[in-house]
């Protein structure tokens, strides 16, 4: 096995983006707002909204603005019943206009530019330094969605999506942590601190949206942070993750939180570049992995890691493929933090054989078929097939047997478990990167399916499950060449 040595590697770069999504604090700033159409209106009322000290230019019909001038949202209005004037521009924050006329338009840009004031002509985009997003208003909380102007309605029907998805309560929570944010800030707590209060705020606004919270809340969370902070020994702490088989839709809700909270990430070869996207952008990222036999870094090695950036107040994140309590080593890695007196902590996720499974639209089990569910490991220490399995379990008719890391270990496994009385024909299936965009699989019976695997791509992670719950498998057109002729 050749020594490979962990490497630092860095979250993917932003994509280019067409605007830079700004939210601006307008209240008592002025804006100066032209025209006087029932969309000029609708700006209107939403830059009142903000607090924004608002003049509006209305040459024609200015009575439009009266009502809303007469019960403003938050601040005064300023109509203004004439055309504007360069001088108007000044000392401006923002300038919108909704203007027909091109040399108008031209005018009001120069103006607007020569002030050194961001203007804005509704539905003109190529006099636009800025835009208006389409709104989901939960204020405090906001959220605004553009597509530079491309296509309204479909920003639209976006933000109708995230409506249903935010609860209306979660203004409240919003407005609870604006308010709770002095007291937090006034503890001069460290930043590991700090987060960690506000984790455990955000796990209880989202467990509870539609309630408003109250002061027995804030009681409950700040003496929490009292805890937190009594026990603070400048330590940190490690949460082993499973990343599921690759699909990041499968990620748990769970796990998303973790991985939003880390500092940094040590994470191995099977883990998607998409799971990797679900992280906190700040973390650190390190990978770690192991590839059979191939360059693997030593388990030895990583256990130091852990305890060491762990040891320096840092939330590691160790990230495996699939399950990590499944032949992930994370009985090592416990065993290292438990010694070294780091809390470590571990989520689930979902198994390579669930994925796979699922995949294949099959069940692992059946009352017909297999009632019993065994997962193997076809890797020992030294490469080769272990020698301490049961071959007699490996033969019983009505088991599913999963098999992990065996491709190179297949033909041995098969030789052995039919000496010990499997039938030859029992169903067998090769699953390589279930539940990614590159799966690809080989059915065949155990007799004949070590000779097939070269029928799968070089690399990639494979999972063997032998047993008649698989029977349905052998009637799929599955293997590799198919789907390549398909």
Sequence with gaps: MTPRRPQMSSGRRIEPLATLPLFHKLTGRKVVLVGD???????????????????????HEALRFDALAAAPPVAPLHIHPRRWQPADLQDAALAIGDIEDADEIAAFVAAARQAGVPVNVV???????????????????????STDGAAPVFGQAIRARIETLLPAGLKAWAQAAKDWRPAVQARALPFALRRAFWELFTAKAMSEPERTPGGDDRAVLFAALDRIEGH?????????????????????????????????ILYDDLVSPGVLELARREAKRMMVGKTGYGPSVKQADINALIVSLAS?????VRLKGGDPGIFGRAGEEIEAC???GLPVTIVPGISAAQGAAASLGLSLTHRDHARRLQFVTGHARSGDLPEDLDWRAMADPHATTVIYMARATLAGFRDRAIAAGLDPDTPAIAMQSATRPDEARVTATIATLPERLG?????????????????AALTDAGTVADRLRA
């Design 312 to 316: 320096q107040g840092k939330h590691v």
């Design 338 to 340: 438990r010694a070294a």
């Design 123 to 145: 539905d003109k985009p190529d006099f636009c330094d800025f835009s208006f997003g389409t709104l989901v208003n939960r204020s405090p909380l906001i959220v605004a969605i």
């Design 37 to 59: 159409s029932e969309g000029a209106l609708w700006k209107a009322e939403l830059l009142a909204a903000t607090g924004a000290d608002l003049h509006v230019f209305a040459a």
């Design 232 to 264: 603070q020994d400048g330590q940190g702490r490690v949460s082993l993750v499973g990343a599921g088989p690759g699909d990041p839709d499968l990620l748990t809700l769970k796990a998303i939180r973790v991985l939003q909270s880390a500092d940094i």
């Design 455 to 471: 029928e799968l791509p070089r690399g990639g992670p494979v999972l063997v499950m032998v047993g008649h719950a698989l029977a």
